[in-house]
């Protein structure tokens, strides 16, 4: 039986295994608390709530996004402008901001959510599920109509504090955000080059001419400034995947993708460099953010064509009519050995998978890469 609570402002469904317990907002469905290894002496509890969750703010005027904001939520569809074709979507989509309701929940371990869209007809069903003796959270989002093009992500967010290394499957290359944002994304401080092309994360260029190069792979960093950056995977056989490594609390996030659909990830790096309300100056945190988009800009510049596409990059997907895209993501959390500190690779070995860190050292975790087919 799914369990419901008062979590952080906000009405959630609980799920509770042996190993997990997670929390799904009504609103938005945005995944937080979560606890992972909840039945050890160390539970791990690694992701963001907002600030402003237990403060009575009045948030009408802004994104319905901004209410529940936390953990992880789907985008359908990702970014901030959203209109295109006559559809004026709102940030991150009717996903991340409007109501779900709960599914035929069938399954031991399991949750199923839908919301039927409005501003484009259609049918989400989010679905996540538990496998006993892990700590991986299965979750699938099926699309159904919604014809037309999209850019779905997975925006996950982790708070600031203790340091957070950030790593992803090889790229192709990179770019900042072109940080000329009006409306509601004024009073923001950058400190990357505009719109600059890159290689690589510990080495992205910035806006000053005596440290030319900063290293984005490392979070909390550049305090006072609010960033955001696109890298894009290179083709590979298996999953793609993205990692943030958290050594001084000794254990790693992990997450597998289909790359097919989600091609890119984006980095929001939200260190104090926002002032408007309710940010006010004082969020810390990262949104590592698994994507089909480009940059933050939405569905306005995603759907047509843009420097991106240009290049063979893929920022949206277009829906036929009467057809339908299931969305499906791993994550999973990870006990890691003292220096361990960056992930460098994650390959699929004895059912699961195998992570490497840039030190040599590695560690095997459980878990099934089939369900992302």
Not at 306 to 329: A, P
């Amino acid at each position: 039986m799914i369990k419901t609570d008062i979590i952080k402002g906000q009405k959630s469904w609980i799920l509770d295994s042996k190993k997990i317990r997670l929390s799904l907002t009504e609103k938005g469905g945005h995944m937080a608390p979560v606890v992972f290894m909840k039945d050890s002496d160390n539970p791990i509890e690694p992701f963001y709530i907002n600030p402003w969750a237990d403060e009575d703010l009045d948030l009408s005027n802004l994104p319905d996004v901004l209410d529940p904001l936390r953990g992880d939520f789907f985008c359908l569809t990702f970014g901030g402008d959203n209109s295109w074709g006559g559809e004026v979507h709102p940030p991150h989509g009717e996903s991340s901001g409007s109501m779900w309701i709960l599914g035929d929940n069938l399954e031991e371990n399991s949750i199923t959510l839908k919301m039927d869209t409005k501003v484009r007809k259609g049918t989400i069903t989010k679905k996540i599920f538990l496998k006993e003796n892990e700590n991986n959270l299965y979750i699938s989002h099926r699309i159904v109509d919604f014809a037309g093009p999209i850019s779905p992500g997975h925006h996950v967010i982790f708070p600031g504090g203790t340091t957070k290394n950030i790593s992803t499957s090889p790229i192709k290359f990179g770019y900042t955000d072109d940080n000329r944002h009006g409306g509601y994304f004024d009073e923001e401080y950058y400190s990357l080059a505009a719109f600059k092309k890159f290689d690589s994360l510990k080495m992205v260029p910035t806006i000053w001419k005596d440290k030319e190069y900063t290293d984005c792979s490392e979070f909390p960093a550049r305090e006072g400034f609010m960033d955001l950056l696109q890298v894009y995977n290179k083709p590979r056989e298996e999953f793609a995947w993205t990692a943030v490594t958290v050594p001084e609390e000794g254990y790693l996030w992990f997450a597998l993708k289909d790359q097919a659909i989600l091609p890119s990830t984006v980095l929001w790096m939200a260190n104090k460099g926002r002032h408007q309300k309710p940010w006010y100056g004082r969020n810390v945190c990262i949104g590592v953010e698994d994507v089909c988009s480009h940059l933050g800009d939405g569905l306005s510049v995603a759907a047509e064509r843009n420097s991106l596409n240009e290049e063979g990059i893929i920022t949206s997907h277009y829906l036929k009519e009467g057809s339908e895209m299931t969305v499906k993501y791993i994550q999973g959390v990870a006990r890691i050995p003292d220096g361990f500190k960056r992930v460098r690779s994650i390959e699929k070995r004895d059912e699961g998978v195998e992570i490497k860190s840039f030190s040599g050292k590695s560690i095997h975790t459980k878990l099934d890469p089939g369900f992302l087919l």
